[in-house]
């Protein structure tokens, strides 16, 4: 049996109806490969703007699950969910021994931001007679010694909160002032290095109202 052929016209005029139609599923096609980066970027970068972000980003590049980590710890796998998604918090010990069990070693540091050194003979002048004069030079205002409690002064570099205690010294020079740039009261303090141990969400705290930024050093065991 011959199969009929179509007139070529009519050939012509379907395969153009035929790359209309993939044109348009593939222009479909592409907008919803679009929106769906889209998607993913806005939660990524909710994400990354939540305090366990770097504790949650280790785990899941590691390819480890909420259950995996639960069992690992002794914990469930409802808690680690509450913890990352509700909470958005954990204490630095339950960071630490977290990466710990996957092989990894977890340390903080606060770094001081850059800010321009201003010397105590900087805009200082007067007016003598009529004369007015201003004084420049590169002398550094002399600030005493300060004696910090004990808790923080004999931190040694094998305890938790030896970075804490290493920029409390940087950013202050008197006692009072360990409260007032930290924003926690002295008990508080005094209970975070007592129990070497504190919360995530305080040391955001601290680095806000200080104006430092939060370095996380995670390196494998």
């Not at 920029?167 to 924003?183: A, D, G, M, R, V």
Request: charged fraction near 35%.
């Amino acid at each position: 049996m011959v199969k009929k052929q179509l007139p070529a016209e009519l050939r012509e005029k379907e395969t153009e109806q035929e790359r209309n139609l993939r044109y348009e599923r593939q222009k479909k096609e592409n907008t919803r490969k679009a929106r769906e980066e889209r998607k993913k970027e806005k939660e990524e970068n909710r994400e990354s703007d939540r305090r366990l972000f770097f504790l949650y980003k280790t785990l899941k590049t590691l390819g480890y699950t909420h259950k995996q980590i639960g069992k690992t710890i002794g914990v469930s796998e409802q808690s680690i969910s509450w913890m990352f998604s509700v909470k958005d918090d954990c204490r630095l010990s339950m960071a630490q021994k977290i990466l710990e069990h996957v092989g990894y070693n977890l340390q903080v540091k606060l770094n001081r931001k850059e800010t321009p050194k201003i010397s105590y003979l900087d805009a200082k002048g007067g007016n003598n007679n009529g004369v007015k004069f201003v004084i420049e030079g590169d002398i550094v205002e002399k600030k005493t010694e300060t004696r910090f409690p004990y808790y923080i002064q004999d931190c040694t570099p094998d305890k938790r909160l030896y970075f804490l205690a290493e920029y409390i010294k940087e950013i202050t020079s008197s006692l009072p002032e360990i409260s007032k740039k930290t924003n926690l009261e002295m008990t508080i303090i005094r209970y975070m290095f007592t129990q070497d141990d504190l919360k995530i969400s305080q040391i955001y705290k601290i680095a806000s109202r200080t104006d430092a930024e939060i370095v996380w050093k995670i390196n494998k065991i």
